[in-house]
């Protein structure tokens, strides 16, 4: 198993939706290399393309790797599969998210088979995507490194609440391992509920749309002001 530091303070996911002018390798790359200059910790990134830009631009950073990929049998998104596993932590990222809810993944795989596998063909330390206590726990007992908040909210069965997730942190931290990192990520959006996040347990906050996410955060403005 890889050498993986300990998450500490803020992770900035650096994306860009479909279609952006931003959603350029090169452009990804100064914004992971602006954030990592101003004090973050690490980047969370998307696609193997723009986790290779960025190491090769930042050799240093911590990079948390994803390849989000859409299948007609299943929900899952985020890493699905083998071939993304593989592809992401080939790129460069240091540890690969990738959905650890209880939904059923593209063509029936297994998550406890996917996790084995990583940890044993490649020596990968993976941070599982979340959302609940029960799938956090099971993610950190078969092997995940990391249990983060992201996917509360966004699944069908946590599809009426409202990230961030505070009421996930507090049970997530007592009964996590010891040694297993938690990360709040999902609806992090000002200095202080990033500091909320980690006076209830969280290791590290994961902030995205309120610092990178220019589309969302135009297209909110424009529309607040008629």
């Known amino acids: 198993m890889a050498q993986l530091p300990s998450p500490t303070g803020l992770i900035v996911s650096v994306q860009a939706p479909e279609g952006s002018p931003l959603r350029d390798p090169e452009v990804i790359a100064a914004m992971a290399e602006a954030s990592l200059r101003c004090g973050a910790s690490g980047v969370r990134l998307e696609s193997p393309e723009h986790i290779g830009a960025v190491r090769r631009r930042c050799p240093g950073a911590l990079i948390v790797g994803l390849w989000k990929r859409t ?69 950190a007992e078969l092997g995940c490194s990391w249990v983060g908040t992201t996917l509360f909210g966004y699944t069908e069965a946590t599809a009426g609440s409202r990230p961030p997730a505070w009421d996930l942190l507090g049970p997530l931290r007592e009964q996590l391992p010891a040694g297993t990192a938690l990360i709040c990520e999902g609806g992090i959006a000002s200095p202080e509920q990033a500091a909320r996040a980690l006076d209830l347990g969280a290791d590290a906050v994961v902030v995205g749309t309120a610092i990178t996410g220019v589309d969302l955060q135009v297209a909110a403005y424009v529309k607040a002001l008629g």
């Not at 993944?105 to 406890?112: V, Y």
């Open 71 to 139: 299948y007609t049998d299943s929900p899952v998104y985020i890493t699905p599969g083998w071939e993304e596993i593989r592809a992401v932590w080939a790129a460069g990222a240091d540890v690969v998210a990738l959905d650890a809810t209880e939904r059923r993944r593209p063509g029936g795989a297994e998550l406890a088979g996917l996790i084995g596998r990583a940890r044993a063909e490649l020596g990968a330390p993976l941070m599982a995507d979340v959302d609940s206590v029960a799938n956090g726990l099971r993610a």
